[in-house]
Each structure stands twice: as structure tokens, then as C-alpha cells.
């Protein structure tokens, strides 16, 4: 028998059986002599609620699986104690030869597969039931038989009434003697390699609906809606689960060779350089160690091996496997760990499960990182820490907390963030905003306006303040200020934005070297004529921002997002919540409300921008009671669609006169404004088409859309300077030539 150890932790009894010296795979749903090694052990140590099988790798039964085992275990123990098929001298002539064979069910097909030795036991009492119907028999004879064949029903009824039986019953009329197939639909294990921590259920579910599969990179990815139930699963097989053993032995190795090294806060500044370095010398270590075994490897293998050992190292583990698939929203890891699975929301299917368990190490090896990444506290003093995570293939904002405010310990949650920014015209097609919308934005950007945009967690606020700042032009400058850096700073600059990112301190964070928001956004007007973003308004930092809109009126834009579900959810907020005196608050143009949309079902959700509203300047006290916020579109549920208010419609908006009074064409001329509005919007609608007819999606991405805008500017410059105004119809058949010729390379590709 292997050894084995009982660990007892609080209600957990984990029985854990090193297989390491067994000559077979140490699977309870594969293997025969896996299932009866498990049911002598539990025979041998009682009560468990949780088996681990070690070799190479831990597979792990959770307390379902662990009880059907242990039901079979006593079962057997019973049977076997009350010498059950110990034949009597007297009935050695009738019953010997099926005597022996009952024995070898009990202890042996009793054990490798109690199903088998069911059906086993059945056909042996139908053989019995037959016999005892000839008249030939002597009275001893049928009184031995009879007494074999209680023996044998007992026993079948005793199979009957285990949970194991009743989950298998079902199949039994298919199963055929031998094989293992009725087992893998009831024992699946999450598995966990040596070098690594996250547990994993690799097994598919049985009985579920395949919605989807696709492929990130070498991971498999298959959704399933599962049976009698709203949940679907999001299950992955990543690369590092299909290794052979040969390759798991030499990542292991290099997996606690590399261990010993502690990476510094000041590798971590440059997280991208840090991981190339260690992915060479990982490739070397990996070289060096299958040499000693005399294992070849070639070199897209040592790649894909050295990625996973980064991953493991310095890296995230799974989570940067998860992160890697665009389509992912956010990722949340609840505590306590090692017990609940990882939950996702999918792009298009929405909230998930998955079939990934992170443990309480992994979970304390990200704090770690986390907390030289970010350079703040993450402790029962701090029990809150914002950061943002940077990897090669993705960003996210990653919010952690702690005891003493979580008392089971740590749990996060993971903000994916788009690779390349959002746009307008990607808005569009994701029906978030109509053209229309799209237009009377750009137009109040150009325009210069102060702009909040508004909404619930999740709503898309920063992604849709993201698609504002590509609509700025990149002549002017333009500074973020962010406690978390969430906004497309990078990917602008590399568009070559004139653009400075600020970081300051959460509002979280207490005793930080980090400067206030407050103060972050107040040095900002002592940086020089810009555009001010400021990721989310949280705190004391509202004031500062109100300051600077009152300074930066009628120059530059002025935009962040801050929570909130309507125009006066949002005054409420500023005003009665952090403390910005009412009159300052009207510095505030246009709040632009951003929430989801959910199905009658309440199974799906889309994002849309529900309303654009402005602020009026006149009112004293409330703008609800005294007309202060004025809509200028509202979201129709019955279309799906933002629509123009009639006081859109009409040119009753006192920022779009303002606009207009400041450009000599437009002043007093209610038309021209509408025109130049629709214009914008005809535009942004057929680069929107094009992209469609083409089926080019990259189109829509902020690379193409910059030069898209740029050209606008300048057309409409040319097309002034050529007619002495600004004919809409000659910028837009310019524009529409200009758009014919730059995606035509696209067309022939």
C-alpha cells in the first residue's frame, strides 16, 4: 500500500496518498487499481472528506466525490467483517465453485469498480433464481443456494442504496463490464502540477451544452451552458496542462531553482524587461536541466516552457492565461481560497464560472507582487489596495482587500482593459451610441466643453472616456491625472499625443508618499495650456476638479468619469457628497450617462449611453425643480437607441449657442450648428460602413480613426479657406473620397 497521511484543517479531513513509486496513473476515474488503492486506505482511516493523489502532479476529489468513495469503503468494511461469502462445509458441493466467485467480487471488483461487481453479483443471482427452479433439487441443496443467493441480493441491495450507484444508474443498462467511461462522467479531479498552485478541473462537464470554443494562444477555451441551471462555465485547458511528465520533472526543477531568486520593486518598474530576463535565463535552465536527463528540446518547446516557468515565477499564473482572452471583462477571486472557483464576465456570455481554483499561496504570492508593483501597503493597517497590472498581452486594474476587512483572508478583482483604445465609431457598432451621439460629442469636444460622464460599476465609463480622448486633437496637449492608471495613455502617445500621465494617490491609501488628487489636479494648471482627464472623481480631489473647470472654460476640454445614475444622482453626488459648493457645480456642461441595459430574463446585459444632458447656468438651488439639466438625447428601449430630444432638434441648448457664439459662422445660426453636427456624424457613420463592407474591424481602431479626425480638421480648414464658409457637402464628398482611397489597400488585401 502507497503512504499516506491524514491532515485535519478546521472541518477538511484531506486524506493525501504519495503515488509516486506506483507503476500506473494514479486516477480513481481511469484506473482500476487507482480506485481500489483509495478504498483500502479509507477503509484503513476512517472518515475523510477530501483525497489527493500525489504524482508529478496533485488530483484533487472534492467532499462530493470523496463521500461516494467512502460509502463504498464501509460498505466493504461491513461486508467483509461479517464474513460474507465464507461458505458453510455443508454446502461446499452446491455453492463452493460461486462461493469463491463472490469472494473475488467483494475483494477485488468491489474495490476497482463497484459497478462491475453489481452487475457481476446481478447476473450470479439470475443464475441462482434459475437453478433454484429445478424440481430435482434435495432439500440441502436449495437450502445452500437460497442462503447464496441472500447473500448475493444483500449485497446488490446494499450497491443500490450508495449515492455511487445512484448517480451511475442511469448508464448502468450501457455500461459495459471493464470499461471505465461510467466513471469519468462522476469522478473528476482538479488537477494541479508540481510547479505550479492554481488547481484546475479539467474534465468537461458531463450533461452540458457546448455554446462555444475557441483558441487564445495554445489555451483551449470551451463555454457550456450547465444543466439545470443559469450558470455557464468558462473551461480552459492551458498549455501547461498537457505536458508530458518528462517536461513537468524539468519545470519543477527550474521552477524552484528560479524560486530562490526574490525579484525587487525596481525590477518590477520595468515589468516587461524583468520577464524577458528571466524567460533567457529560464530558456537556459531549461536547456541545462533536460540535458541532465537526456531530453531534447526543441525550440519552440524551451519557448512555450520558459513562458509557462515566467508565468510561475514572477508572473500571475492563470490569471495571466484568463487576461490574454479579449473577450474577458473582468475576472473576480473570492475568499476563502482554494475551496471556490475563479468567476468571470465574458464579452458575450456574460458572468461565469470557470474551472480554475486559485490557492491561499498563490493568492498571497500576488500580494507580494502586487505590493512592489504598486509601492503601497497591503496589511490589516491597509487592508485596501488599487493598482493596475501591466503585462505583455494585457492591462487591468486590480483592486485587493484583506483582513480585518475580509476575514477570510485576500480577494481580488481584475478590471481587464482594452490593448488599443476605444473609439467613437466602435461605440457605434457596438450600439452603445448612435452616429447621431457620436457627432454631438465630437462637436462638444471641439467645442471645448466640461464634460462628465457618469454611470454604475462596470457601465463602460473609463473605456467611453478613453474614445473622448482619441476625439481630441493631437495638437493640443493633454494630462491625465489617475489614481489607477486605467486610461490609454501609452497607445495615445504612440499615436503621437502630446500627452503626460499623472498618478496620485487613491483615496484608499492612507500614510502614502503618493500626492493627493487634489493636489495632482491643482499642479496641473500650473503645467501649461491642456486638456484635463481625470480617470474617476472619487473624493477631495471633486473641489480641485471644479476649480480647474471654472479656470479651463472655453479653452480646453475638461472630462473624468465619477459614479452615478442619472444627471442628479450626479449633482447629489458632488454637491451633498463631496462637498462642491452649487454654484461651482454648474461649471459642469454636459453629463453624459452611461449604464447597462439588462434582458427581460435578466440573463444578458449590453452597454449603452442612456442620456446626454446639459447644465443650465440659471437655476439657484435644485436644477431637477428648477430645469436645470436639460436632455439633449435619451435612450428608447423600444428602439434600442439614442434619440434627439425635441430640444436638440429645436437648437434650445445654451452650450451649443455658447459653442456657436464663439465661431462666426455658427453665431446666431441654429442650422449651421445642426449641419456641421450631422456632418460629423454622416462621417462617423460611414467609416462605421466601411468597415463593415470591408469586413475590417481594424477601421474603427484608434489608429485609423486619429487620421480620420485629422483629415476632418483639415478638409474643413481647406474647404473654409476654398468657400469662404463651411460647406458640409464638399467636407463630406472630400471626406468621403479620402476614405475611398486609404481603405482601398485594405479592400485589395
Known amino acids: 500500500m502507497a503512504n499516506y497521511e491524514v491532515i485535519r484543517e478546521g472541518e477538511d479531513i484531506t486524506l493525501r496518498i504519495n503515488c509516486e513509486a506506483l507503476e500506473y496513473f494514479p486516477s480513481i476515474e481511469e484506473e482500476p487499481r487507482a480506485m481500489a488503492l483509495v478504498i483500502d486506505i479509507i477503509a484503513e482511516a476512517g472518515t475523510i472528506t477530501k483525497i489527493i493523489l500525489e504524482q508529478k502532479r496533485d488530483y484533487e476529489y472534492d467532499n462530493e466525490q470523496t463521500e461516494l468513495l467512502v460509502e463504498i469503503a464501509n460498505l466493504y468494511k461491513i461486508i467483509t467483517k461479517q464474513k460474507t461469502g465464507i461458505i458453510k462445509p455443508e454446502c461446499q458441493t452446491y455453492t463452493g465453485p460461486r462461493y469463491i466467485e463472490l469472494q473475488n467480487i467483494i475483494f477485488n471488483e468491489l474495490k476497482t469498480s463497484p459497478i462491475d461487481a453489481y452487475l457481476s453479483l446481478r447476473k450470479i443471482a439470475y443464475t441462482e433464481q434459475s437453478i433454484l427452479k429445478k424440481t430435482t433439487l434435495t432439500r440441502q441443496a436449495k437450502t445452500c443456494i437460497q442462503e447464496f443467493l441472500q447473500e448475493t441480493q444483500q449485497i446488490m441491495h446494499s450497491l443500490e442504496q450508495t449515492k455511487l450507484f445512484k448517480k451511475a444508474k442511469e448508464d448502468i443498462t450501457e455500461h459495459k463490464k471493464g470499461s471505465r467511461e461510467i466513471y469519468r462522467k462522476i469522478f473528476m479531479p482538479i488537477i494541479k502540477p508540481d510547479f505550479m498552485y492554481t488547481k484546475l478541473l479539467s474534465a468537461y462537464p458531463s450533461d452540458a451544452e457546448q455554446l462555444d470554443s475557441y483558441m487564445i494562444g495554445e489555451t483551449e477555451v470551451t463555454i457550456f451552458q450547465m444543466p439545470n441551471s443559469v450558470q455557464t462555465l468558462y473551461h480552459i485547458v492551458p498549455p501547461e496542462f498537457k505536458l508530458t511528465e518528462e517536461k513537468y520533472e524539468i519545470l519543477d526543477a527550474a521552477r524552484k531553482i528560479l524560486a530562490e531568486h526574490k525579484p525587487k520593486r525596481t525590477e518590477f518598474t520595468d515589468p516587461e524587461r524583468m520577464r524577458q530576463v528571466f524567460q533567457n535565463i529560464g530558456s537556459d535552465l531549461l536547456d541545462e536541466l533536460a540535458g541532465y536527463r537526456n531530453i531534447k528540446l526543441r525550440e519552440k518547446e524551451k519557448k512555450e516552457l520558459s513562458q509557462i516557468l515566467v508565468r510561475y515565477t514572477v508572473g500571475f499564473g492563470l490569471i495571466e492565461v484568463l487576461l490574454e482572452d479579449e473577450q474577458i471583462q473582468d475576472i473576480t477571486i473570492n475568499s476563502p481560497m482554494g475551496r471556490i472557483p475563479l468567476f468571470i464576465v465574458h464579452g458575450e456570455y456574460g458572468d461565469c464560472i470557470t474551472n480554475i481554483i486559485p490557492t491561499p499561496t498563490e493568492a498571497e504570492s500576488w500580494a507580494s507582487k502586487l505590493r512592489m508593483i504598486s509601492g503601497r501597503p497591503?496589511?490589516?493597517?491597509?487592508?485596501?489596495?488599487?493598482?493596475?497590472?501591466?503585462?505583455?498581452?494585457?492591462?487591468?486594474?486590480?483592486?485587493?482587500?484583506?483582513?480585518?476587512?475580509?476575514?477570510?483572508?485576500?480577494?481580488?478583482?481584475?478590471?481587464?482593459?482594452?490593448?488599443?483604445?476605444?473609439?467613437?465609431?466602435?461605440?457605434?457598432?457596438?450600439?452603445?451610441?448612435?452616429?447621431?451621439?457620436?457627432?454631438?460629442?465630437?462637436?462638444?469636444?471641439?467645442?471645448?466643453?466640461?464634460?462628465?460622464?457618469?454611470?454604475?460599476?462596470?457601465?463602460?465609463?473609463?473605456?467611453?472616456?478613453?474614445?473622448?480622448?482619441?476625439?481630441?486633437?493631437?495638437?493640443?496637449?493633454?494630462?491625465?491625472?489617475?489614481?489607477?492608471?486605467?486610461?490609454?495613455?501609452?497607445?495615445?502617445?504612440?499615436?503621437?499625443?502630446?500627452?503626460?500621465?499623472?498618478?496620485?494617490?487613491?483615496?484608499?491609501?492612507?500614510?502614502?508618499?503618493?500626492?493627493?488628487?487634489?493636489?495632482?489636479?491643482?499642479?496641473?494648471?500650473?503645467?501649461?495650456?491642456?486638456?484635463?482627464?481625470?480617470?474617476?472623481?472619487?473624493?477631495?480631489?471633486?473641489?480641485?476638479?471644479?476649480?480647474?473647470?471654472?479656470?479651463?472654460?472655453?479653452?480646453?476640454?475638461?472630462?473624468?468619469?465619477?459614479?452615478?445614475?442619472?444627471?442628479?444622482?450626479?449633482?447629489?453626488?458632488?454637491?451633498?457628497?463631496?462637498?462642491?459648493?452649487?454654484?461651482?457645480?454648474?461649471?459642469?456642461?454636459?453629463?453624459?450617462?452611461?449604464?447597462?441595459?439588462?434582458?427581460?430574463?435578466?440573463?444578458?446585459?449590453?452597454?449603452?449611453?442612456?442620456?446626454?444632458?446639459?447644465?443650465?447656468?440659471?437655476?439657484?438651488?435644485?436644477?431637477?425643480?428648477?430645469?436645470?439639466?436639460?436632455?439633449?438625447?435619451?435612450?428608447?428601449?423600444?428602439?434600442?437607441?439614442?434619440?434627439?430630444?425635441?430640444?436638440?432638434?429645436?437648437?434650445?441648448?445654451?452650450?451649443?449657442?455658447?459653442?456657436?457664439?464663439?465661431?462666426?459662422?455658427?453665431?446666431?445660426?441654429?442650422?449651421?450648428?445642426?449641419?456641421?453636427?450631422?456632418?460629423?456624424?454622416?462621417?462617423?457613420?460611414?467609416?462605421?460602413?466601411?468597415?463593415?463592407?470591408?469586413?475590417?474591424?481594424?477601421?474603427?481602431?484608434?489608429?485609423?480613426?486619429?487620421?480620420?479626425?485629422?483629415?476632418?480638421?483639415?478638409?474643413?480648414?481647406?474647404?473654409?479657406?476654398?468657400?469662404?464658409?463651411?460647406?458640409?457637402?464638399?467636407?463630406?464628398?472630400?471626406?468621403?473620397?479620402?476614405?475611398?482611397?486609404?481603405?482601398?489597400?485594405?479592400?485589395?488585401?
Do not use: C
Not at 487634489?518 to 471644479?546: F, H, N, P, Q
Not at 480646453?556 to 463631496?578: C, E, K, M, Q, W
Open 378 to 749: 497591503l496589511d490589516e493597517a491597509n487592508p485596501i489596495l488599487d493598482t493596475e497590472l501591466r503585462l505583455p498581452q494585457a492591462r487591468a486594474r486590480v483592486a485587493a482587500i484583506t483582513a480585518p476587512l475580509n476575514p477570510t483572508g485576500l480577494a481580488y478583482a481584475l478590471r481587464r482593459h482594452r490593448g488599443k483604445p476605444w473609439t467613437l465609431p466602435l461605440f457605434i457598432k457596438y450600439k452603445m451610441i448612435t452616429p447621431l451621439a457620436a457627432g454631438l460629442i465630437s462637436f462638444l469636444i471641439d467645442g471645448a466643453r466640461t464634460i462628465l460622464i457618469a454611470g454604475t460599476r462596470s457601465s463602460g465609463k473609463t473605456s467611453f472616456l478613453g474614445s473622448i480622448m482619441v476625439e481630441i486633437m493631437r495638437k493640443g496637449r493633454i494630462i491625465t491625472v489617475e489614481d489607477t492608471l486605467e486610461l490609454p495613455t501609452d497607445a495615445l502617445r504612440k499615436l503621437e499625443y502630446n500627452i503626460q500621465s499623472m498618478k496620485v494617490a487613491s483615496a484608499l491609501t492612507r500614510g502614502s508618499t503618493e500626492v493627493t488628487a487634489d493636489e495632482g489636479i491643482r499642479t496641473t494648471l500650473r503645467l501649461g495650456d491642456s486638456s484635463l482627464i481625470v480617470g474617476e472623481v472619487r473624493s477631495t480631489e471633486a473641489k480641485a476638479l471644479y476649480e480647474a473647470m471654472r479656470v479651463g472654460a472655453l479653452a480646453n476640454v475638461v472630462a473624468g468619469t465619477i459614479h452615478g445614475d442619472s444627471p442628479y444622482g450626479v449633482f447629489d453626488r458632488v454637491v451633498n457628497d463631496l462637498g462642491v459648493p452649487k454654484t461651482s457645480f454648474k461649471a459642469t456642461d454636459i453629463i453624459i450617462i452611461a449604464n447597462p441595459i439588462r434582458s427581460p430574463d435578466g440573463l444578458h446585459k449590453w452597454r449603452r449611453i442612456t442620456q446626454i444632458t446639459e447644465v443650465r447656468k440659471h437655476w439657484e438651488n435644485d436644477p431637477l425643480r428648477e430645469a436645470g439639466f436639460v436632455d439633449l438625447m435619451k435612450y428608447d428601449a423600444k428602439t434600442d437607441q439614442l434619440v434627439p430630444t425635441p430640444d436638440l432638434l429645436n437648437g434650445d441648448s445654451e452650450v451649443l449657442k455658447s459653442i456657436a457664439g464663439n465661431v462666426k459662422e455658427w453665431a446666431g445660426n441654429w442650422d449651421a450648428v445642426w449641419e456641421n453636427i450631422e456632418l460629423r456624424a454622416k462621417i462617423k457613420e460611414n467609416l462605421f460602413e466601411y468597415s463593415e463592407k470591408l469586413k475590417k474591424p481594424e477601421l474603427l481602431e484608434a489608429d485609423f480613426t486619429v487620421l480620420v479626425n485629422d483629415e476632418f480638421h483639415q478638409i474643413s480648414d481647406e474647404v473654409t479657406e476654398e468657400t469662404g464658409k463651411l460647406d458640409s457637402k464638399k467636407i463630406l464628398f472630400k471626406m468621403n473620397e479620402w476614405l475611398k482611397r486609404n481603405t482601398k489597400k485594405y479592400e485589395e488585401e
